[in-house]
């Protein structure tokens, strides 16, 4: 079992960036693989990226491609979500997740979750 912790959100201009961070507070995220989802309010959590362990294999949404970059840092048992050029729409609370099989775009495929970091991008 995992425990895990977001860090990074915080308020940015349209155009802006921010850089996402994912650490496991209980355990390591060592032959995990983990996914950043994103949620507003009344809406369903929706995937963003997803990166595979150690880190070959990388996802991303449609809406997000070419903005964001997931990597994984193996020494620092962290991963990180570069988001550039950010929009109006990419505010939402920014979760990561993690499974022990090959990532999908599913919330419902993932047990382990952090407690999420919000990112508001407002002029």
């Known amino acids: 079992q995992v425990q895990l912790v977001e860090s990074g959100g915080g308020s940015v201009q349209p155009g802006g960036s921010l850089r996402l961070s994912c650490v496991a507070s209980?355990?390591?995220?060592?032959?995990?693989?983990i996914t950043w989802f994103r949620q507003t309010p009344g809406k369903e959590r929706e995937f963003v990226a997803s990166?595979?362990?150690?880190?070959?294999?990388?996802y991303y949404a449609d809406s997000v491609k070419g903005r964001f970059v997931i990597s994984r840092d193996n020494a620092k048992d962290t991963v990180h979500l570069q988001m550039n050029s950010l929009k109006s729409e990419d505010t939402a609370v920014y979760y990561c997740?993690?499974?022990?099989?090959?990532?999908?775009?599913?919330?419902?495929?993932?047990?382990?979750w952090g407690q999420g970091t919000q990112v508001t991008v407002s002029s």
């Open positions: 209980g355990g390591t995220l060592s032959w995990y693989a």
């Open positions: 997740a993690a499974t022990r099989s090959w990532p999908t775009s599913r919330h419902g495929d993932y047990a382990y």
């Open positions: 990166i595979t362990w150690p880190g070959r294999n990388t």
